[in-house]
Nanobody, 122 residues
Framework: EVQLVESGGGLVQAGGSLRLSCAAV????????IGWFRQAPGKEREGVSCISPSDGMTYFANSVKGRFAISSDNAKNTVYLQMNSLKPEDTAVYYC???????????????WGQGTQVTVSS
């Protein structure tokens, strides 16, 4: 069974940092694009960042460029999202997903984790 398990969410003050982890269970990242998405209450799910673990190519949403970083540890089958200089508007449930196309559109991703809450207080 293909599973993605996120961890690392929590409550942090504005300006702080968090690192989210996305671990694959039951499959390897090889050949997949791994994306991070977020959804705030009343808003649509939006792409934050994505990575191709096989070649390291990455994309970022404009709203997080320069503040977030994405990386993969292929030996551990885990992708990380390092979030720095967090703002209250970053508050959302963050999901990781695996798909066949490296892009920030959610519709390209087939497998989704359960999500982890990130709350940034002002």
């Amino acid at each position: 069974e293909v599973q993605l398990v996120e961890s690392g969410g929590g409550l942090v003050q504005a300006g702080g940092s968090l690192r989210l982890s996305c671990a694959a269970v039951g499959f390897t990242f090889d050949g997949y694009a791994i994306g991070w998405f977020r959804q705030a209450p009343g808003k649509e799910r939006e792409g934050v960042s994505c990575i191709s673990p096989s070649d390291g190519m990455t994309y970022f949403a404009n709203s997080v460029k320069g503040r977030f970083a994405i990386s993969s540890d292929n030996a551990k089958n885990t992708v990380y999202l390092q979030m720095n200089s967090l703002k209250p508007e970053d508050t959302a449930v963050y999901y990781c997903a695996a798909g066949g196309v490296l892009e920030l559109g959610p519709s390209s991703y087939d497998y989704w984790g359960q999500g982890t809450q990130v709350t940034v207080s002002s």
